[in-house]
């Protein structure tokens, strides 16, 4: 199986601050990398997917890189509505696997 | 844009079974591929299973491979998941999730863009 570490597992951060999480597979997985949020109660929400392309209707303030191993998701002004937990996932092969979590907290 | 929404979840013992639903409306059911994901607490999200909407196509996790039984109805636009020989580490809260396939040149690229919000399941004596 993949492993999909992601660093760090929290962050504290301010409302208009650039927030960086970076997530690394165990293996190449090329572009087959996707990034979700995740508030306690509410249904996941893709953020990107294929490691950098944007999902409709979402910010432009997130955006996603990388290729092969190592990925990177930014949000250059967060926001209060972003205060939450980011998961990345790669879909190269199955079984599928998200890495632990990126819990993002106000400062 | 579309919706969907999980049912059937609760409190079963260990070696019980439990039937998991998730009806989905406002997008065309037979476009899609239909995942379940879960997460247990304190823990990460966990992708369980897979199906197409005529259920040709069908992969499960090592975890729950010979234990779950992914399925679909294409009239009702349903989707089941039928958990028997439940164990304490299959508590978790379970996912719909509206899987997309797409080519990005010559990648083929999965990604979950519509979820529920879930539905806790508990395995406790």
């Known amino acids: 199986d993949i492993q999909m570490t992601q660093s760090p597992s929290s962050l504290s951060a301010s409302v208009g601050d650039r927030v960086t999480i970076t997530c690394r597979a165990s293996?190449?997985?090329?572009?087959?990398l996707n990034w979700y949020l995740h508030k306690p109660g509410t249904a996941p929400k893709l953020l990107i997917y294929a490691a950098s392309s944007l999902q409709s209707g979402v910010p432009s303030r997130f955006s996603g890189s990388g290729s092969g191993t190592d990925f990177t998701l930014t949000i250059t002004s967060v926001q209060p509505e972003d205060f939450a937990t980011y998961s990345c996932q790669q879909s190269y092969s199955t079984p599928w696997t998200f890495g632990q979590g990126t819990k993002v907290e106000i400062k | 844009q579309g919706h969907l929404v999980e049912s059937g979840g609760g409190l079963v013992k260990p070696g019980g079974s439990l039937r998991l639903s998730c009806a989905t409306s406002?997008?065309?059911?037979?476009?899609?591929?239909m995942s379940w994901v879960r997460q247990a607490p304190g823990k990460g999200l966990e992708w369980v299973s897979y199906s197409s909407s005529g259920g040709s196509t069908i992969n499960y996790a090592d975890s729950v491979k010979g234990r779950f039984t992914i399925s679909t109805d294409n009239v009702k636009n349903l989707v089941f998941l039928q958990m028997d020989s439940l164990r304490a580490e299959d508590t978790a809260v379970y996912y719909c999730?509206?899987?997309?396939?797409?080519?990005?040149?010559?990648?083929?690229?999965?990604?979950?863009?519509?979820w529920g919000r879930g539905t806790l399941v508990t395995v406790s004596s």
């Open positions: 293996q190449s997985i090329s572009s087959n």
């Open positions: 999730a509206r899987t997309s396939v797409k080519w990005f040149g010559d990648l083929l690229g999965w990604y979950f863009d519509l």
């Open positions: 406002g997008f065309t059911f037979t476009d899609y591929y």
